[in-house]
């Protein structure tokens, strides 16, 4: 077990049923925020509540800190866990939910209204909106609420399932600089979605899920990189596509060349980037052509991901 | 926050106010609430009829008192209320989804129980004491007897026998919840089933039984029902001395809890999406 670790998970199995929800997933997260991504039914879910002490592995061990999260009531004194599912208990207002909530941490019923208003002041709910029932908020209100009562005991590390889901634009902006706001402050983060951008926009460190089983993890530059049977594609524009695709056709780097009319831009593969990039910076200066703009179309999420869905480890 | 774990006893408080709470404004209160007015319109319109001589049924009101008791509070209204509120302990939480927000507190999951199953009983008390105690004042006023009406020590041990019950009852169905995805199905089965049928029949089989121990603490032999199993008890059964069926009802409630709590620290409830 890694001293620094965060999170941790050693051979863990989970199965519902005949349904396997996590297949001997090993994972050492350290401190920061790290997204969760995978498509429905990949197991982030199922990670996240084994994490959170919520679910038993069938096999396996998993740690938050160093501690066992199974049966281990002292351990949420510095976690928070924002579940998936959108359920509140019926009858309660958004204050009077988290009062109670701040009870079973501890606090007096004097101080915990207090709590309750920090958390929902905190993650941007209007005080007009506090005394009111949680069945008239609206989806955004609600998620909020969630991510509040994940937040009410201020804890070091938070377990966000799916947090941004059915938020509006704006909503969705706010949550996240409040999210980047907790990891400046100090705060360790697990955050999941199925949407690539969402992610993309918070954090470079990404565990990729398919199948139940972790598909690759870390910085989606490395990831990418493990990726070597998919062809790196890379996009330029420069005046004269044609002479540099003629000077580029020979390489034997390059997998496949293709002219795009508009706007003007040659698109190439390369199964070894680290080779041709510089063939290439050689090919252009060569020519002396200006470049007005290289991007690879693959260095996103959105690329691997793609990748790891069509062909799961 | 307090930095440390906080002691478990305010904590436990805090899980019985909050779980108080969300009970005394479900639809299952008001149902429940409207059921045990029952017995109490029914002692009114004894009362009436009385008055007004219009029916002469039942010699006082301590005979209708019984009556209610052992037909209506003891086989209806404590069964479908401990059902009810004992089924509900966990499986609401899981069938809300709302369990969630419980098991992330630095709180024991038997503690979790223990504050739940303590507020379902004292629901069941309040309704089951104040709808009683009302009862017993209006038999108690119509009453034609004196002795009846100064006689509160019945209602005391009436109150006492109920309330053991209860607890008991509470504690079993408490269990079924935390034990099966569907404890209402076994719940009613077991209530109405076992309990009120199996209950009558002599010798061990009826002694197996909460209701039988149940009916041993409740005084009231002028009201001992009818019918063929009412019949084969009172000729083959044998009495368990109060003390004993006491000691059984508040076993049997001590070992249910503690069997429940120690299979909800130890289970996991997924909650569906």
Same mark, same amino acid.
């Given at each position: 077990?890694?001293? +620094?670790?965060?999170?941790?998970?050693?051979?863990?199995?989970?199965?519902?049923?005949?349904?396997?929800?996590?297949?001997?997933?090993?994972?050492?997260?350290?401190?920061?925020?790290?997204?969760?991504?995978?498509?429905?039914?990949?197991?982030?879910?199922?990670?996240?509540?084994?994490?959170?002490? @919520?679910?038993?592995?069938?096999?396996?061990?998993?740690?938050?800190?160093?501690?066992?999260?199974?049966? %281990?009531?002292?351990?949420?004194?510095?976690?928070?866990? %924002?579940?998936?599912?959108?359920?509140?208990?019926?009858?309660?207002?958004?204050?009077?939910?988290?009062?109670?909530?701040?009870?079973? &941490?501890?606090?007096?019923? #004097?101080? +915990?209204?207090?709590?309750?208003?920090?958390?929902?002041?905190?993650?941007?709910?209007?005080?007009?909106?506090?005394?009111?029932?949680?069945?008239?908020?609206?989806? #955004?209100?609600?998620?909020?609420?969630?991510?509040? @009562?994940?937040?009410? &005991?201020?804890?070091?590390?938070?377990?966000?399932?799916?947090?941004?889901?059915?938020?509006?634009?704006? #909503?969705?902006?706010?949550?996240?600089?409040?999210?980047?706001?907790?990891?400046?402050?100090?705060?360790?983060?697990?955050?999941?979605?199925?949407?690539? &951008?969402?992610?993309?926009?918070?954090?470079?460190?990404?565990?990729?899920?398919?199948?139940?089983?972790?598909?690759?993890? #870390?910085?989606? &530059?490395?990831?990418r990189?493990?990726i070597d049977r998919h062809p790196h594609r890379i996009a330029l524009r420069c005046?004269?596509p044609r002479r540099l695709a003629a000077a580029l056709v020979e390489n034997p780097d390059v997998v496949s060349l293709e002219l795009a009319s508009?706007?003007p831009e040659l698109h190439l593969t390369t199964r070894r980037p680290?080779q041709f990039y510089?063939r290439l910076?050689?090919a252009?200066?060569?020519?002396?052509?200006?470049?007005?703009?290289l991007s690879s179309p693959d260095d996103?999420?959105?690329a691997?991901?793609r990748y790891?869905?069509d062909?799961?480890? | 926050?307090?930095?440390?774990?906080?002691?478990?006893?305010?904590?436990?408080?805090?899980?019985?106010?909050?779980?108080?709470?969300?009970?005394?404004?479900?639809?299952?209160?008001?149902?429940?609430?409207?059921?045990?007015?029952?017995?109490?319109?029914?002692?009114?319109?004894?009362?009436?009829?009385?008055?007004?001589?219009?029916?002469?049924?039942?010699?006082?009101?301590?005979?209708?008192?019984?009556?209610? /008791?052992?037909?209506?509070?003891?086989?209806?209204?404590?069964?479908?209320?401990?059902?009810?509120?004992?089924?509900?302990?966990?499986?609401?939480?899981?069938?809300?989804?709302?369990?969630?927000?419980?098991?992330?507190?630095?709180?024991?999951?038997?503690?979790?129980?223990?504050?739940?199953?303590?507020?379902?009983?004292? /629901? /069941?008390?309040?309704?089951?004491?104040?709808?009683?105690?009302?009862?017993?004042?209006?038999?108690?006023?119509?009453?034609?007897?004196?002795?009846?009406?100064?006689?509160?020590?019945?209602?005391?041990?009436?109150?006492?026998?109920?309330?053991?019950?209860?607890?008991?009852?509470?504690?079993?169905?408490?269990?079924?919840?935390?034990?099966?995805?569907?404890?209402?199905?076994?719940?009613?089965?077991?209530?109405?089933?076992?309990?009120?049928?199996?209950?009558?029949?002599?010798?061990?089989?009826?002694?197996?039984?909460?209701?039988?121990?149940?009916?041993?603490?409740?005084?009231?032999?002028?009201?001992?029902?009818?019918?063929?199993?009412?019949?084969?008890?009172?000729?083959?059964?044998?009495?368990?001395?109060?003390?004993?069926?006491?000691?059984?009802?508040?076993?049997?409630?001590?070992?249910?809890?503690?069997?429940?709590?120690?299979?909800?620290?130890?289970?996991?409830?997924?909650?569906?999406?």
């Amino acid at each position: 077990m890694s001293s +620094a670790a965060v999170f941790q998970l050693e051979g863990v199995f989970k199965s519902y049923g005949q349904v396997l929800g996590l297949n001997d997933v090993s994972l050492s997260l350290g401190p920061g925020i790290h997204g969760l991504l995978g498509p429905n039914g990949a197991g982030k879910s199922t990670l996240m509540k084994i994490l959170a002490g @919520q679910l038993k592995a069938d096999r396996g061990r998993a740690w938050l800190r160093g501690r066992p999260v199974w049966n %281990c009531p002292a351990g949420y004194l510095e976690l928070g866990f %924002c579940p998936e599912q959108d359920a509140f208990p019926p009858g309660l207002s958004g204050r009077g939910f988290l009062s109670a909530l701040a009870e079973l &941490h501890g606090l007096r019923r #004097g101080a +915990a209204p207090d709590a309750a208003g920090r958390a929902l002041e905190r993650v941007g709910l209007e005080p007009a909106v506090w005394a009111r029932p949680i069945a008239s908020y609206s989806k #955004g209100m609600r998620q909020r609420l969630k991510l509040a @009562q994940a937040l009410l &005991h201020e804890p070091a590390v938070l377990i966000l399932d799916e947090p941004l889901g059915g938020l509006d634009p704006v #909503g969705r902006q706010r949550l996240l600089e409040l999210m980047t706001e907790l990891v400046a402050g100090g705060r360790t983060l697990l955050v999941s979605s199925h949407i690539l &951008h969402e992610i993309e926009s918070m954090t470079s460190s990404v565990v990729l899920m398919v199948n139940g089983r972790v598909a690759a993890e #870390g910085n989606v &530059h490395e990831i990418r990189a493990l990726i070597d049977r998919h062809p790196h594609r890379i996009a330029l524009r420069c005046p004269e596509p044609r002479r540099l695709a003629a000077a580029l056709v020979e390489n034997p780097d390059v997998v496949s060349l293709e002219l795009a009319s508009d706007p003007p831009e040659l698109h190439l593969t390369t199964r070894r980037p680290d080779q041709f990039y510089p063939r290439l910076t050689e090919a252009v200066l060569a020519l002396g052509l200006e470049v007005e703009r290289l991007s690879s179309p693959d260095d996103n999420l959105e690329a691997v991901y793609r990748y790891l869905i069509d062909e799961p480890s | 926050m307090p930095a440390a774990a906080p002691r478990i006893h305010p904590r436990i408080g805090a899980m019985l106010r909050y779980s108080l709470r969300l009970q005394l404004g479900s639809a299952r209160t008001v149902v429940l609430g409207l059921l045990h007015l029952v017995p109490l319109l029914l002692a009114a319109l004894w009362w009436l009829s009385r008055r007004f001589e219009l029916l002469e049924v039942f010699s006082d009101g301590r005979e209708l008192f019984g009556i209610l /008791v052992m037909t209506l509070y003891r086989p209806t209204l404590l069964l479908l209320a401990t059902v009810f509120y004992g089924c509900a302990v966990v499986r609401e939480e899981v069938e809300n989804k709302t369990l969630t927000y419980l098991l992330v507190r630095p709180i024991p999951k038997w503690a979790i129980y223990l504050g739940r199953t303590l507020a379902a009983l004292v /629901v /069941v008390l309040l309704l089951l004491s104040l709808s009683l105690t009302l009862c017993y004042a209006v038999c108690a006023l119509a009453s034609a007897s004196g002795t009846f009406q100064r006689n509160l020590g019945l209602l005391a041990r009436d109150l006492g026998a109920l309330s053991l019950g209860a607890l008991a009852y509470t504690a079993v169905f408490a269990l079924l919840s935390a034990a099966f995805k569907h404890p209402m199905l076994i719940g009613l089965a077991l209530a109405f089933g076992w309990e009120n049928l199996v209950g009558h029949l002599p010798w061990l089989i009826g002694k197996l039984t909460l209701s039988h121990h149940l009916r041993a603490l409740l005084s009231h032999p002028e009201a001992g029902g009818s019918g063929l199993p009412a019949l084969l008890a009172r000729l083959l059964g044998t009495p368990t001395p109060p003390a004993q069926a006491a000691a059984v009802l508040a076993s049997v409630a001590l070992a249910a809890l503690a069997l429940g709590a120690w299979l909800f620290q130890h289970r996991e409830y997924p909650i569906e999406q």
